[in-house]
Structure formats: C-alpha cells, structure tokens
C-alpha cells in the first residue's frame, strides 16, 4: 500500500519535509499519525489536528486506501 | 470563485468592484493588516502558507454559508500568504447588501469562519529572532 502525506507549517518544519510516501498498511489516519508523530517527533497531539483525505476533511478513523493523499491540519491560524 | 487563497498582493480596488449590484445599498469591506506586535512580542515580519486545495474549497463554503444565512446580494474573500511585512493586508472580505444590517452580520461571520476553518498557518519572526507558528507553539 502506498500512502501519500503532504506536510504544512509545524509539521513540515518539524518533520522537515515536504512530503513523504508511506509504504507501511497503517489502516486510518489515526494509525498513521501515531507512527509519524513518534518518527518526527512532532508536538502536537492527535485531539489538536484535524485530518484530510484526498483534499476533504475526514475522520480518524476513515480506513485508509490505496492512493489516498493524506494531511494532518494544524490548529489554523488565518487572518 | 468567491474565494481565493493568492501569493501575490490583495487587489481591493478589483474586488470592491465586484461586489457592485443594482440591488445593494451598503458595502461592507474588512481588511486584516500585519500588525508589528502580538502577545507583548515585536513581530518583524509574517510567514503564511495554507493547504491550498482544501482552503479555497473550505472558503467557498464559508462564503455560501454567509449568503444562506444573511440577506446579501455578494460576498467575496481573499488571504494572502508567503511572506508579509509591517503593514500589509492579510485578508480581505467585503459584502454587498440592500441594507447595511445583514453586511455587518455576513462580513463579520466570513472572517471569523475562515479565522477558525480554513487551513492556513502564520508563522511570527520576532525582532529577537526567535519564530513560532502561532496557535501551534504552545498547543502539545
């Protein structure tokens, strides 16, 4: 399976890429955070970011497909 | 488009004139500025980046929330990102309406939404030289 992941703002400084391909069957963003968060050490816990799938806001526990584009939301901050 | 994320400068004039209509009789424009100081920091300069798909459809959706809820003839938004200085515009929302009522109320709930929804993100670099990606820094 492969997953792609697009990073923004502190994930993207943290992780310092841009994005990245998954390889690994994680089945929902939630599985696949949990790994990321603990490669990159990224601060920000899992209740603090929302999710994305293929460019539309998803749940944690949306299983995960092959092909999907998948992005961790930061707290925004517009304006 | 109603709305639009852009890396270049906001073009009021452009926009203000498409919220013209023969049925409106106020105009509602909000502009938000980068100011120099936040959280008793001096703040230099702004770094904005968004997640640009998923933005501009988020602020679409915001703009016809507004014009669902609010009796408004148009409504329009754009945020800047990329590196601003002191002093430039962010943001721009303006609506057009018959009576200045609803454009208060529709103007005021566009920014505010796309403040809380739409993915984007600013980064503050302070005159120490420090940086923090603002509402991600202190959030574990």
């Known amino acids: 399976m492969s997953i792609d992941i697009q990073y923004f703002a502190i994930l993207k400084d943290q992780s310092g890429l841009s994005s990245e391909t998954l390889t690994e069957p994680y089945k929902d963003p939630a599985a696949a955070y949990q790994a990321l968060r603990e490669k990159h050490n990224f601060t920000l816990r899992q209740e603090n970011l929302k999710v994305a799938i293929n460019d539309e806001f998803a749940n944690w526990d949306t299983p995960l497909k092959e092909g999907d584009s998948l992005v961790f939301i930061p707290p925004v901050a517009g304006g | 488009m109603s709305f639009r994320i852009t890396e270049t400068p906001i073009d009021t004039d452009a926009l203000k004139s498409k919220l013209e209509h023969p049925k409106s009789g106020a105009c509602l424009v909000f502009e938000g500025w980068v100011r120099d100081h936040n ?90 030289g420090t940086t923090d990606w603002i509402n991600c820094a202190s959030t574990p």
């Not at chain 2, 507004?66 to 962010?90: N, S, V």
């Open chain 2, 39 to 128: 959280d008793g920091k001096s703040v230099d300069r702004l770094e904005y980046s968004a997640y640009k798909a998923l933005a501009n459809k988020e602020g679409q959706r915001i703009i016809e929330e507004a014009k669902q809820k609010f009796d408004i003839e148009l409504a329009f938004c754009e945020h800047r990102i990329g590196t601003l200085e002191i002093g430039d515009m962010a943001v721009w929302a303006g609506v057009s309406s018959g009576h200045r009522g609803s454009s208060f109320d529709a103007c005021r709930y566009i920014i505010d939404e796309v403040k809380a929804r739409v993915p984007i993100w600013k980064k503050e670099h302070y005159a120490e």
